[in-house]
């Protein structure tokens, strides 16, 4: 098992930046494919972006490539979500995610990890 603990969420103006961390317990982070996911109000939760367990691959939602950027350091146990030229509309609880598997790429939008942080609130102002 493995559990996830996020921060780095706040208030910042849009155009402003962020930089979400999900620390993760455990000696086996290596082994578990990371990925980020939002809830904003009244809405469901989706996809943001994730990450292999090598960090090789990498995969964006739409909304959010070429903004966003998931890295990881397996050293750390940690896995991070820079976040550029923040919007209103990426105001959301922000939820760390994870799987152990052997799979070399990270997985797509659909993915609903096995493992969950508590979430993170970003609020970007207009």
């Known amino acids: 098992q493995v559990q996830l603990v996020e921060s780095g969420g706040g208030l910042v103006q849009a155009g402003g930046s962020l930089r979400l961390s999900c620390a993760a317990s455990?000696?086996?982070?290596?082994?578990?494919?990371m990925g980020w996911f939002r809830q904003a109000p009244g809405k469901d939760r989706e996809f943001v972006s994730s990450?292999?367990?090598?960090?090789?691959?990498?995969y964006y939602a739409d909304s959010v490539k070429g903004r966003f950027a998931i890295s990881r350091d397996n050293a750390k146990n940690t896995v991070y979500l820079q976040m550029n030229s923040l919007k209103a509309e990426d105001t959301a609880v922000y939820y760390c995610?994870?799987?152990?598997?052997?799979?070399?790429?990270?997985?797509?939008?659909?993915?609903?990890?096995?493992?969950w942080g508590k979430g993170t609130l970003v609020t970007v102002s207009s």
């Open positions: 995610g994870a799987d152990y598997t052997t799979r070399r790429n990270a997985f797509g939008s659909t993915w609903s990890p096995n493992y």
């Open positions: 455990g000696r086996t982070f290596g082994s578990y494919a």
């Open positions: 990450i292999s367990f090598s960090g090789e691959t990498t």
